[in-house]
Every structure is written in C-alpha cells, then in structure tokens.
C-alpha cells in the first residue's frame, strides 16, 4: 500500500499563497487517481481538488476554482497544490489521497483508498 506524507502547510495572510507538497513511497503514484481533502474544525473532511492518473485532467471544489492548482510528478512520486488568493475560510488541516480503484479520487472522504497524516494550513485575516 502506497504512505503518504503531506508538508508545505504554515501560517500566511489572507491573500498570500502556500504549496503544499505530498510525498508518496511505497508504491508508484502512476498508479493512482490522486487528491486533496480538507478539514476545518469541527467540521466534516470535504473535497478540494483531483487528478487523473495521466495528470491532465482534474477537478475542484467550486470554492477553489481559479486559485488553486493541482498538479503531480509521478517522476518524484510527489502531488503538488498550489494554492493562491488564501482566504481565512481556507484555514484546515490538508489531507492527500490516493485512489486505486477509480480515475478519480471520490469526492465522498469515505470512498477514498489512503490517506496522509495532514499538514495545517492557517490564513489570518
């Protein structure tokens, strides 16, 4: 089973951007649908972005379109989110995600294969 590991999460201002980084061993990436999940607290873990195994299609959440990019290096095993034009609403803890069994990461946490430990991400007003 493929471990991931997320980083890039920190503390910036509203309007600043982050690069969140997640760093898979284990397994090939090449094989999987890859994403990023959200969770603010005390809410429930929800969808932010997805790309297909051939990296050239992806998806996102309505509220991150046209600032954040999803990306991926299956060379370096690594999945990438860019993410400008932060807002305080922003503010969670990131996840990676990793799907074996679909072209997609489901957009239902509960669907998805692996998982990361997360990295936080702040944005102060």
């Known amino acids: 089973q493929v471990q991931l590991v997320e980083s890039g999460g920190g503390l910036v201002q509203a309007g600043g951007s982050l690069r969140l980084s997640c760093r898979a061993s284990g397994r090939t990436i090449s094989m999987y649908a890859m994403g990023w999940f959200r969770q603010a607290p005390g809410k429930e873990r929800e969808f932010v972005a997805t790309?297909?195994?051939?990296?050239?299609?992806?998806y996102y959440t309505d509220s991150v379109k046209g600032r954040f990019t999803i990306s991926r290096d299956d060379i370096k095993n690594t999945l990438y989110l860019q993410m400008n034009s932060l807002r305080p609403e922003d503010t969670a803890v990131y996840y990676c995600?990793?799907?074996?069994?679909?072209?997609?990461?489901?957009?239902?946490?509960?669907?998805?294969?692996?998982w990361g430990k997360g990295t936080l991400v702040t944005v102060s007003s």
């Open positions: 995600a990793a799907q074996l069994t679909s072209d997609y990461v489901p957009t239902n946490a509960y669907g998805v294969d692996s």
């Open positions: 790309i297909k195994r051939s990296g050239i299609t992806t």
